[in-house]
């Protein structure tokens, strides 16, 4: 079993589009995150849920919107996408916000056209 | 600001040669480090944690010197496999704690030639 499954895997859109992707960890970790990845492989944290809970918002546009309806799932949804959204998101989890090792999914390919 | 630089390479290293990068950060407050791997096209994953004393796991030397504020990763015997991208990772306090202050680094892109 993928102890942190992410989908879709990859994502095409269209600009202005509203898209979503889930994210699902078995291993029983309280906390959660989603990561960006850029063309330049730049790997930068926007959210961080413990608990169900937001523990962190980077300065990401209110635009996107995480949603923890469990501490096993934390999805990520994305009103009008712009080009520059285009990217590798990652979902991770770790055992609580002290025992931080990131267990991350397997990405989710983004393109916006 | 607090930052956590690499140099991103690439590193050109025949198979079976030892090869060595090193990773700053700037944040004196800075409790944990680690070194992630990431394959091309593949995610980030755990290669090892770093200890105040260095630690070693198979081929894999870490060390953390933080009175320079730097770790580093020794690769001895190299081989093909360990081609990969691999990142630095600092963790600091923050008001929140836990992970408010893990910060990768961009990666040093490491090719192992045959």
């Known amino acids: 079993d993928t102890a942190v499954s992410q989908t879709p895997k990859y994502l095409v859109t269209q600009m202005g589009n509203d898209k979503s992707i889930k994210c699902e960890q078995n291993?029983?970790?309280?906390?959660m995150y989603w990561y960006k990845q850029d063309s330049k492989k730049f790997l930068k944290i926007m959210f961080s849920y413990n608990n169900k809970e937001l523990i962190i918002n980077e300065t990401v546009p209110n635009r996107f919107s995480p949603k923890s309806p469990d501490k096993a799932h934390l999805n990520l949804h994305i009103n009008s996408l712009e080009l520059g959204d285009s990217a590798v998101y990652f979902c991770?989890?770790?055992?609580?916000?002290?025992?931080?090792?990131?267990?991350f999914g397997a990405g989710t390919r983004l393109s916006v056209l | 600001r607090k930052e956590v630089e690499q140099d991103p390479g690439p590193f050109n290293v025949p198979e079976g040669a030892t090869v060595a990068f090193n990773c700053t950060y700037s944040?004196?407050?800075?409790?944990?480090f680690f070194w992630y791997r990431q394959d091309c096209r593949k995610e980030p994953k755990l290669l090892m944690s770093v200890y105040s004393s260095g630690n070693e796991d198979g081929r894999f030397t870490a060390q953390l010197n933080r009175a320079s504020q730097y770790i580093s990763l020794l690769i001895r015997d190299s081989k093909l496999s360990d081609s990969a991208t691999y990142l630095c990772v600092v963790h600091w306090p923050s008001s929140g704690g836990g992970a408010d202050g893990l910060t990768f680094g961009k990666g040093t892109h490491l090719i192992i030639q045959p």
């Open positions: 944040n004196s407050a800075s409790q944990s």
């Open positions: 291993l029983g970790h309280d906390t």
């Open positions: 991770a989890s770790s055992q609580d916000r002290q025992k931080n090792i990131q267990y």
